[in-house]
């Protein structure tokens, strides 16, 4: 970076010479008068600048891609001026836990969420990454794209690239290769190591050894992001683990997507901010992310099966349910998780998302697919039913067994940032959780506006200079002259999220503009031809 910068700038001095030993100096002068001083001027905003600090009133001025001056008048010529007449002006959002693999090279809008405000996304999380990285940063960066987007490394995905899907210890020369290709993705530009210790291989994985990978990450400024292994009973056990692989492994740690599942553990939200306050008070850098809503998304196989089941590809999972004694196994576990955990106590609870095999199924629930196969919506009925999804292939589902008061008492702690755990959907595709389109604005909708649970400039802070500030990205986040221009303008009255878990292909509205490295991406309505994305890498 430093080096193009230097190259630029002799280029330069080169010009200058060249066009003085010509005679042209004059003229290059008049043209750089006639030249207005600023691309792009926002005039009449209420600053958030996303510090936490309130906001104040100012113009803020944009030449290239960075914010030059922010000032209470700005006067000098611009490219183009914006008077945004008292709206927010906030940094761009950034969303730390986002599943848009493969919807960015689809949409390389990314729509759904800049009309959120959003402006970048981090990739790889839960333990699942492309592994190596470096092929898909080439991909991104040959994509002419709306948005910045990062990535961290997966260690599950890293688990899987060297012993597969199986509940086995690595031996000394697998995690050798395991702490090589950690290392690798550090080198590509990772962020840090994510986990998902919920998931397969993830489950299988004993806490040293991602202590082990996690420091890795650690000698190269990463940070550790974990789905931990239990949100449900174990909740506690997992928010220690997490926070001792943070301390062991001598890096920052953080509690991704934050949630309580199941009625029985509602709560317990308390007792996890109390784990990460103590070890906060001892030095443990532990932080938390978020998502606005009282339903959680993933695969059904990975939520109603227990790890064992999963275990291998999915011709071992199916004859493991061909076997009537095994099935009966599964079954009563998967029963237990509908009463219990993910499924709320109510088969309605759980929402089918997605399946490539039967599209027609998006949007019932697991008793209305009970009912479809002829049997009463009983919670043993919809554990057979689930079972028959599995076998055929699986769905995606969406699961509502999360209560407000954990939601709300997470989401007003100091060390909890947003992230949407969403994806870039296409829209009027499948049956998708609404926090892909809504997250960032139902934040400043629902828990700034109509409940107050938290301030406009705290919420700010917490989409923006908060993550940046894990990340290490240090020329994002906050609004001061000499960062990148990624900005939102928004109206805080009017801003909300439109999507539902009834209706979820509903962009998110209030938001007017948004600008990503110094460009307009979104204004009026609609987005712009312009794609100043850039790709982000962890900067050592
Ligand atoms: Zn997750």
Not at 86 to 94: E, R, T
Not at 112 to 121: A, C, E, I, W
Request: proline share 5%.
């Amino acid at each position: 970076m430093g080096q193009i910068v230097g190259r630029n700038r002799s280029l330069r001095k080169l010009i200058v010479i060249v066009l003085v030993g010509s005679g042209f100096l004059s003229f290059a002068q008049s043209k750089n008068a006639q030249s207005p001083t600023f691309d792009l001027v926002l005039k009449n905003g209420r600053i958030v600048d996303g510090s936490g600090s309130p906001w104040y009133r100012g113009d803020l001025a944009i030449r290239g891609d960075a914010i030059v001056k922010i000032a209470a008048s700005i006067t000098e010529s611009a490219g183009r001026v914006i008077d945004v007449e008292g709206q927010v002006i906030a940094p761009g959002f950034i969303d730390i836990h986002t599943h848009a693999r493969s919807g960015i090279f689809q949409v390389p809008t990314a729509e759904n969420y800049v009309r959120q405000g959003v402006t970048t996304l981090i990739e790889g999380p839960d333990g699942s990454s492309p592994v190596p990285l470096k092929p898909f940063f080439d991909r991104l960066e040959a994509l002419p794209k709306s948005v910045n987007i990062g990535s961290f490394i997966g260690q599950g995905a890293v688990r899987a690239a060297v012993i597969g899907n199986a509940n086995r210890q690595p031996t000394a020369e697998e995690l050798e290769k395991m702490r090589a290709l950690v290392e690798q993705g550090m080198k590509d530009g990772a962020f840090g190591l994510s986990s998902g210790l919920f998931y397969v291989p993830g489950t299988f994985t004993p806490t040293d050894e991602v202590i082990d990978l996690a420091r890795v990450a650690g000698r190269f400024g990463g940070i550790y992001i974990s789905h931990m292994r239990d949100e449900a009973a174990g909740i506690l056990e997992s928010v220690k683990e997490t926070i001792a692989i943070g301390e062991r492994g001598g890096l920052p740690t953080q509690v991704t997507h934050h949630k309580i599942i199941g009625p029985a553990n509602w709560g317990k939200s308390a007792d996890t901010l109390r784990l990460i306050d103590e070890a906060r008070a001892r030095g443990v850098d532990a932080t938390i992310d978020q998502y606005p809503y009282t339903a959680s998304s993933t695969s059904i196989q990975a939520a109603l099966l227990p790890a064992w089941a999963q275990e291998g590809g999915r011709t071992e999972i199916q004859n493991r349910l061909k076997d009537p004694a095994t099935r009966a196994k599964i079954k009563t576990e998967t029963i237990r998780i509908i009463k219990n955990e993910r499924g709320g106590g109510d088969p309605k609870n759980i929402v089918i998302a997605g399946c490539g095999w039967d599209k027609s199924l998006a949007g019932k629930n697991l008793a209305d697919v009970a009912r479809l196969r002829g049997t009463e919506p009983t919670i043993e009925n919809a554990a057979e039913a689930a079972l028959w999804i599995v076998e055929n292939g699986g769905c995606s589902g969406i699961f509502h067994a999360i209560n407000e008061t954990d939601l709300e008492r997470i989401l007003r702690h100091p060390a909890t940032m947003i992230g949407s755990d969403g994806e870039i959907p296409i829209f009027g595709q499948a049956h998708p959780h609404p926090r892909s389109y809504g997250t960032f604005a139902r934040v400043l909708a629902v828990y700034v506006r109509e409940r107050r649970t938290i301030s406009l400039e705290e919420a700010v802070r917490k989409m923006s200079s908060f993550p940046a500030q894990r990340l290490g990205l240090q020329d994002r986040g906050v609004l001061r002259p000499g960062m990148r221009a990624d900005i939102a303008v928004f109206d805080p009255a009017r801003v909300r999220d439109a999507a539902t878990f009834e209706r979820p292909h509903q962009y998110a509205e209030g938001i007017s503009s948004v600008i990503v490295n110094g460009i307009v991406v979104f204004e009026r309505g609609a987005m712009t031809p312009s794609r100043p994305g850039k790709v982000l890498y962890k900067r050592q």
